[in-house]
């Protein structure tokens, strides 16, 4: 079966500094691969998405995400964090030929004065 | 403005007593889909459907009903609920599964 290990349930960051928030997953075939953020209290919205070309894709609120087929890696960074990205970030990925769409377990990120 | 409602928000039951999560979405969207969210467990797809009348079960299927009878709705059922089954479930619904998710506000169900 198809999984998503994100490596951090956990990430405290002093704001204004550089975050990495780790995503590994478990196929080799043909992937498409997802980046959701979670705020307090609120529902899931779009970060970022791989599904092919360029292996290094940027998204919204100066996130950034590359992908690495032969370490199967889709790592979410961010030079400079704020105070507004405290939230829960899960990576996702849907491999075919299933349309099935599977979670990490997702890393709440914790930003310090 | 382009959404997903979900209904009820809120809803605390007893165990056994049948009920009914709706999900409706404006998007004219193929895909829908039901996520459960546990703390710890991050989310989990209960089941998915690709088109009307095309539902297929994800990873956490057991206890849970759906039905895609119209494309924009699609409800989640629970005919005999436990509490384990006491979680945050969120509809979502995009072009397919390739595309960006939408997902509905979420709701909070706990059973008794």
């Known amino acids: 079966a198809q999984s998503v290990t994100q490596l951090d349930s956990q990430v405290p960051v002093f704001e204004e500094a550089p975050v990495e928030l780790r995503c590994n997953y478990s196929s080799s075939v043909s992937v498409y691969l997802f980046w959701y953020v979670q705020y307090p209290n609120q529902g899931l919205q779009l970060l970022l998405k791989y599904l092919s070309g360029s292996t290094l894709v940027k998204g919204i609120n100066g996130f950034e995400a590359e992908f690495n087929k032969s370490q199967t890696s889709f790592h979410l960074r961010k030079p400079s964090v704020h105070i507004s990205d405290t939230a829960e970030y899960f990576c996702?990925?849907?491999?075919?030929?299933?349309?099935?769409?599977?979670f990490g377990k997702g890393t709440r990120l914790h930003i310090l004065p | 403005e382009a959404q997903v409602t979900q209904n009820p928000r809120y809803l605390i039951t007893v165990t056994g007593k049948k009920l009914t999560v709706t999900c409706s979405q404006n998007m004219n969207h193929e895909y829908m889909s039901w996520y459960r969210q546990d703390p710890g467990l991050g989310l989990r797809q209960i089941y998915y459907?690709?088109?009307?009348?095309?539902?297929d079960k994800g990873d956490v299927p057991e206890g849970y009903k759906v039905s895609r009878k119209e494309k924009r709705n699609f409800p989640l059922i629970l005919e005999s609920p436990s509490p384990n089954q006491t979680s945050l479930y969120f509809c979502?619904?995009?072009?397919?599964?390739?595309?960006?998710?939408?997902f509905g506000p979420g709701t909070r169900l706990t059973v008794l």
């Open positions: 979502a619904s995009s072009f397919g599964r390739a595309d960006t998710q939408y």
């Open positions: 459907s690709m088109n009307v009348e095309v539902t």
């Open positions: 996702a990925v849907s491999v075919t030929p299933d349309d099935k769409i599977i």
